[in-house]
T-cell receptor, first 115, second 113 residues
Framework: DVKVTQSSRYLVKRTGEKVFLECVQD?????MFWYRQDPGLGLRLIYF???????EKGDIPEGYSVSREKKERFSLILESASTNQTSMYLCASSPRGSRRVYEQYFGPGTRLTVT | AQTVTQSQPEMSVQEAETVTLSCTYDTSENNYYLFWYKQPPSRQMILVIR??????QNATENRFSVNFQKAAKSFSLKISDSQLGDTAMYFCAFGTSYDKVIFGPGTSLSVIP
């Protein structure tokens, strides 16, 4: 079974802190994604990566950065946390499809609260 | 812009009954993929069912089936013989050949004993 793990289930940080969210997958997937989930808005893509050291902005990249130094690990960084970044953060991975879109496998999520 | 709409924020169904969750999408693409994902309370999101746009036959997975109407850009999910474990948020999602997937806002389904 594919396993996607995230470093924390719950996290509380103060405004202005630098926050690291880590995601690891064990199925050798090329693609990895970071989403934030807010009620009534569904999942919104922050960043995704289709290979090591490669990244592309999603729909809401402002205030976030990412790092992918190894294929299995994709990190989301909040350079200076703000209260409007309080949310559920979901990591996902998938195989890379040249002519099809594969399903995504999700981690359990990190509920981040910024006070 | 490609969008996914789920017009029912919340739904409920009696155990053993059938329920249909609605989803519409907007795209100019001809080849794409549609998904329904399930997120149980405090548990990980998992895939329920998928449909390739080029296939006319509606996908089925056990008690879950879809009604795919390509011309109408509609992709509804039918759950038969609802069970308590079906209580979850359900997200409709749309993907093209570039691996990115767009998710709808979700429908919260409660199965009532």
């Amino acid at each position: 079974d594919v396993k996607v793990t995230q470093s924390s289930r719950y996290l509380v940080k103060r405004t202005g802190e630098k926050v690291f969210l880590e995601c690891v997958q064990d199925m050798d997937h090329e693609n990895m994604f970071w989403y934030r989930q807010d009620p009534g808005l569904g999942l919104r893509l922050i960043y995704f990566s289709y290979d090591v050291k490669m990244k592309e902005k999603g729909d809401i990249p402002e205030g976030y950065s990412v790092s992918r130094e190894k294929k299995e690990r994709f990190s989301l960084i909040l350079e200076s946390a703000s209260t409007n970044q309080t949310s559920m953060y979901l990591c996902a991975s998938s195989p890379r499809g040249s002519r099809r879109v594969y399903e995504q496998y999700f981690g359990p999520g990190t509920r981040l609260t910024v006070t | 812009a490609q969008t996914v709409t789920q017009s029912q924020p919340e739904m409920s169904v009696q155990e053993a009954e059938t329920v249909t969750l609605s989803c519409t999408y907007d795209t100019s693409e001809n080849n794409y993929y549609l998904f329904w994902y399930k997120q149980p309370p405090s548990r990980q999101m998992i895939l329920v069912i998928r449909q390739e746009a080029y296939k006319q036959q509606n996908a089925t997975e056990n008690r879950f089936s879809v009604n795919f109407q390509k011309a109408a850009k509609s992709f509804s999910l039918k759950i038969s013989d609802s069970q308590l474990g079906d209580t979850a948020m359900y997200f409709c999602a749309f993907g093209t050949s570039y691996d990115k997937v767009i998710f709808g806002p979700g429908t919260s389904l409660s199965v009532i004993p």
